[in-house]
């Protein structure tokens, strides 16, 4: 089951819940009880290694744009 992250816009808490697909949209109650958490786009970040062997850490959201979007639907816009 996918993990989604949510925001609760009465207290301004982010949290997430495992979710079946077709229930992802539906509002989610936060820690505090609140019932109407909204999906938001979650922020990742992945650690490889670059060519010289070094980590290298990369961050984004929106599948990986981190943060540079010029037309994505994300927040950064």
Do not use: W
């Not at 079946?20 to 999906?39: E, F, K, M, T, V």
């Amino acid at each position: 089951m996918p993990l989604y992250e949510y925001l609760c816009e009465e207290c301004d808490t982010r949290f997430e819940r495992l979710r079946p697909l077709n229930a992802i949209d539906d509002p989610a109650s936060c820690p505090d009880g609140h019932p109407a958490g909204q999906r938001i786009i979650s922020i990742f970040s992945a650690v490889s290694k670059d060519s010289s062997g070094e980590p290298k850490v990369t961050t984004g959201g929106c599948g990986g744009c981190g943060g540079g979007c010029t037309g994505c639907a994300c927040s950064s816009n």
